[in-house]
């Protein structure tokens, strides 16, 4: 089983609001990590969003307006990106990443589409 | 102008051995970890490994250990990744990633592997 997992395709309106999951592997659990999360567009190199351990050790990344915003689910054992006031231009793939058992492991992505 | 410049595609040959590099510009060679990431069709991102600059030491990812090997020349502000027994399955594009967050990436290099 893979250590992360997330669904493999959203779509929504623009203007919407829409939850990213990254869900941990049972027996890995969410709160001991800071996750990342990652925006990625055909061609381009993937760009740093946010890493979220906790509601005060959150980093956004340069530029990245607040409408994208980081959480935990401590119920689904999951990190949790929101991207409020969704824009034609965040269509993309998203991927999650953490540090475990020393060694960086992305997650399989969610292929992002406004309708 | 803070940035990471890397080489051209290459093709190969199964069996074969690659190259790849990645200069460091607008910021102290040493300052941050420098990884590289795998992005290869149907996978979507794998963390390959990273290395410190300050001291040559790499940490690897268990899918790639055997077969990669990260350095750094500091007298060229120039990370390498040579990758070694290629297979179709290795074709990919792989980037170079700086920062503790993630946040500086290179262009990255597509690696084409067929007989």
């Known amino acids: 089983q893979a250590v992360l997992t997330q669904p493999s395709s959203l779509s929504a309106s623009p203007g919407a609001s829409v939850r990213l999951t990254c869900t941990l592997r049972?027996?890995?659990?969410?709160?001991?990590?800071?996750i990342y999360w990652f925006q990625q567009k055909p061609g381009s190199p993937p760009h740093f969003l946010l890493r979220?351990?906790?509601?005060?050790?959150?980093?956004?990344g340069s530029g990245v307006p607040s409408r994208f915003s980081g959480s935990k689910d401590a119920s689904a054992n999951a990190g949790i990106l929101v991207i409020s006031g969704l824009q034609s231009d965040d269509e993309g793939d998203y991927y999650c990443l953490l540090w475990h058992n020393n060694a960086y492991v992305f997650g399989s992505g969610t292929k992002v589409t406004v309708l | 102008d803070v940035r990471l410049l890397q080489s051209g595609a290459e093709v190969k040959k199964p069996g074969a051995t690659v190259k790849i590099s990645c200069k460091v510009f607008?910021?102290?060679?040493?300052?941050?970890?420098i990884h590289w990431v795998q992005e290869s069709p149907g996978k979507g991102l794998q963390w390959v490994g990273f290395?410190?600059?300050?001291?040559?030491?790499?940490t690897y990812s268990e899918t790639f250990q055997d077969r990669v090997t990260i350095t750094a020349d500091k007298s060229t502000d120039t990370v390498h990744l040579a990758f070694n027994s290629l297979t179709s399955g290795d074709t990919a594009v792989y980037f170079c990633?700086?920062?503790?967050?993630?946040?500086?990436w290179g262009q990255g290099t597509l690696v084409s592997v067929s007989s």
């Open positions: 979220y351990k906790s509601d005060s050790d959150v980093d956004l």
């Open positions: 290395i410190d600059p300050s001291d040559s030491k790499s």
């Open positions: 049972s027996g890995v659990s969410v709160g001991a990590y800071r």
């Open positions: 990633a700086a920062g503790d967050r993630f946040e500086i």
């Open positions: 607008g910021f102290p060679f040493t300052d941050f970890y």
